[in-house]
C-alpha cells in the first residue's frame, strides 16, 4: 500500500483547531475545532447565532480570528481578507447572496479575475469571454441568458450564478451558506445533484443549513456548534436526528410540527377579486376571514410573492379589485397598506424588513410609537417591555437589546422581522416565508405564536415552500401553477402527493 497515497486519502483537507472570535460584547466562536476531509459534504449544524457564519467568515478572510490556527491541505496558512482566500482556493457563497445587481451574468461570473483575450485593434474578444461564462453555467446546469442583469433573476438562478462563480474560480473547497432557503423543493433536488457532481469532480463542499432532512440527504459528515463551541463531528450514517437535535439545542427530544388547531373564523377580511398582477398571476380570487390562516402553495416562481406584493400596494395591480373587510380599497402604496391594517413580512429581510443601523428596541417597536404614548410622551419602559417580550417568545439571541440590528446572525435578523411585525397589532398578515433561516428550536415557538395571533381574530395570508409547514398551519390551502390558482384544498382531507401534483 502506497502510505502517501493512503494518508492523503484520510488526511482533512482542512483544519481549523482552536478558533475563537470576540466581537465587542459577544464572544461568538469559543475554541472551535472544525476538521474536513477531502470530497466530502460536510454539513455544520447550529442554531441562530451559533456561530456557523462566523467560522466559515474566518475561513474565508470576511473576518480575522483573535486566536487558533487554520491548515489547508498539511500547510499552515492566514486568510487575511478574501482575495487570499480565493487564491487558496477557498470560495465562500453567502447567507445573504453577494452578486452585483446590476451586472450581467457573465460580468458576475467572472469578475474580478476576467481573461483577457485580445483582437486585433486592443479590443476584448466579448465572445470568448461569454463562452467561458457560458461553460461554467453548463457545470451548475443553468440555462439563462447571460447578458441579462442578475437583478431580474429568481433567487433560485442567483444562486447557481454564485456556486458557477466558485467553480470559475477553481475553487477547491466551496462553502454554501444557508443555499437552500430560498429554493423550492424542485430546485433543492438539483442543488444537491450539483453538490454530489462537484464531489465527485475532487470539490469540498461545507454546506450550512437548518433544515435536517437535507443534511441526512446530501450530507458524508455533521459538524455540530452550540453557543459558540463545538459540540462533536460524526458520520452522517452514524448518527441520529434526534441525536443531532439535542446536540444543536442541549434539550433532549424536541419534535417540530406545527400548532395545528382550530380556528375561530370571523367576517371577510381580505377578498381579491379577478386580481390581474404587473407579473404572472392572472386573474386570481380569493378570500380570507379574520382569525383564518390561509396557505398560499405553488412551486417558486408560481407568482405566490407577486400577491402579496400587490395587496401590500408595493406592486401595481393591472385589473380587477381588492376588498377589506368588504369594503372595495384601492392600495396605493405600502404605506397606505400599512395604515389600513395590513402587515407584510417578506423574504428578503436585508433589503425590505429591517433598518441594520438601529437597534432592536426601535426594529421592534418601528411604527407602533403611539401605542406607548401616554401625555404625550414615549413610555421607554413598556418599549422595553415590549422588546423583551418578543426578544424571549421568539428566542432572538442578544442580551443587549441596544444592538444594532446588522449585528445580529441571519436568522436573529428575521426573527427581530416576526417580532416588528407581531407587535404591529396589523388585522390582516401577510407572510413570505417566515420561517425563512429559523432554526428548529424557534420554529415551534413561532407557529405557535400564528396560532395565538390568529385567535385574535388576524387574518393571516402564508406564502411558504415547506410543505409541512403550510399543512400543518393553513386553514385552507390556495394552491397556484405558473400565476393561475389550480384550487382549494382543505389540508386536514388532502395529502402532501395531491397538493405537490397539483402543482406541477
Ligand atoms: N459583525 C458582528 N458584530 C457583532 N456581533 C456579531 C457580528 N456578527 C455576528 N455576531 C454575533 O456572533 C454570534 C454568531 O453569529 P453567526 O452569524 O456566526 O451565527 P450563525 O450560526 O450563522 O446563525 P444563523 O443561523 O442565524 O445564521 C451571534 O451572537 C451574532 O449576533
Ligand atoms: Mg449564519
Known amino acids: 500500500m502506497n502510505l502517501t497515497a493512503h494518508y492523503q486519502e484520510i488526511a482533512p483537507i482542512l483544519e481549523m483547531n482552536s478558533i475563537t472570535k470576540r466581537y465587542p460584547g459577544v464572544l461568538a466562536l469559543d475554541n472551535v475545532s472544525f476538521h474536513v476531509k477531502k470530497e466530502e459534504i460536510h454539513a455544520l449544524l447550529g442554531a441562530n447565532g451559533a456561530g456557523k457564519s462566523t467560522l466559515v467568515k474566518v475561513l474565508c478572510g470576511v473576518e480575522t480570528p483573535d486566536s487558533g490556527e487554520i491548515i489547508l491541505n498539511g500547510e499552515p496558512v492566514t486568510i487575511p481578507n478574501p482575495s487570499d482566500a480565493i487564491k487558496l482556493g477557498i470560495s465562500y457563497v453567502p447567507q445573504e447572496l453577494s452578486l452585483i445587481p446590476t451586472m450581467s451574468v457573465s460580468q458576475n461570473i467572472l469578475l474580478g479575475q476576467e481573461p483577457v483575450f485580445h483582437k486585433p485593434l486592443s479590443l476584448i474578444d466579448e465572445r470568448k469571454l461569454d463562452g467561458l461564462a457560458r461553460k461554467m453555467l453548463a457545470l451548475v446546469d443553468l440555462d439563462v441568458d447571460i447578458h441579462q442583469e442578475v437583478k431580474d433573476l429568481p433567487v433560485s438562478d442567483q444562486q447557481m450564478i454564485a456556486i458557477a462563480t466558485a467553480l470559475y474560480r477553481q475553487s477547491k473547497i466551496i462553502i454554501l451558506d444557508e443555499p437552500t432557503s430560498s429554493l423550492s423543493s424542485n ?9 454530489r457532481k462537484l464531489r465527485q469532480d475532487g470539490q469540498t463542499i461545507i454546506f450550512i443549513t437548518h433544515h435536517l432532512e437535507e443534511v441526512f440527504e446530501v450530507s458524508d ?11 462533536g463531528c460524526y458520520e452522517a450514517s452514524k448518527i441520529t436526528r434526534d441525536k443531532v437535535v439535542s446536540l444543536m439545542t442541549g434539550k433532549k427530544g424536541l419534535m417540530i410540527k406545527p400548532a395545528t388547531g382550530e380556528s375561530k373564523v370571523g367576517q371577510e377580511a381580505l377578498r381579491l377579486e379577478n386580481v390581474d398582477t404587473a407579473s ?17 402553495f405553488g412551486q417558486v416562481g408560481a407568482g405566490r410573492t407577486e400577491i402579496l406584493r400587490t395587496i ?19 392600495i396605493k402604496s405600502p404605506l397606505d397598506a400599512i395604515n389600513k391594517g395590513i402587515g407584510f413580512i ?25 401605542k406607548s404614548m401616554r401625555f404625550g410622551l414615549i413610555q421607554k419602559r413598556s418599549l422595553q417591555k415590549i422588546s423583551e417580550y418578543y426578544r ?42 417566515p420561517t425563512k433561516g429559523i432554526d428548529v428550536g424557534a420554529k415551534q415557538e413561532f407557529y405557535q405564536l400564528i396560532r395565538e395571533l390568529s385567535k385574535t381574530g388576524v387574518a393571516i395570508l402564508l406564502v411558504t415552500s415547506e410543505l409541512s409547514e403550510v399543512m400543518g398551519l393553513s386553514d385552507r390551502i390556495i394552491v ?25
Request: hydrophobic share 45%.
Open 187 to 195: 430546485e433543492i433536488s438539483k442543488l444537491f445533484e450539483i453538490m
Open 221 to 231: 459528515r455533521i459538524t455540530i456548534l452550540r453557543d459558540s463551541v463545538f459540540q
Open 280 to 296: 404572472i398571476s392572472k386573474n386570481i380570487s380569493f378570500t380570507v376571514l379574520a382569525g383564518e390562516v390561509v396557505g398560499l
Open 312 to 330: 401590500f400596494g408595493a406592486d401595481k395591480i393591472e385589473s380587477g379589485d381588492i376588498y377589506l373587510f368588504g369594503e372595495k380599497v384601492e
Open 346 to 370: 417578506t423574504e428578503d429581510r436585508k433589503n425590505q424588513g429591517l433598518i441594520l443601523s438601529m437597534d432592536l428596541l426601535d426594529n421592534i417597536n418601528i411604527g407602533v410609537y403611539e
Open 392 to 433: 424571549d417568545a421568539l428566542k432572538i439571541k442578544s442580551n443587549n437589546l441596544n444592538v444594532w440590528a446588522k449585528f445580529l446572525s441571519g436568522g436573529n435578523q428575521q426573527k427581530v422581522i416576526l417580532a416588528k411585525w407581531l407587535n404591529h397589532k396589523s388585522r390582516i398578515l401577510l407572510m413570505d416565508e
Open 480 to 504: 397556484f401553477r405558473k400565476g393561475t390558482k389550480v384550487g382549494e384544498v382543505n389540508p386536514k382531507t388532502a395529502t402532501e402527493e395531491m397538493i405537490m401534483s397539483m402543482t406541477l
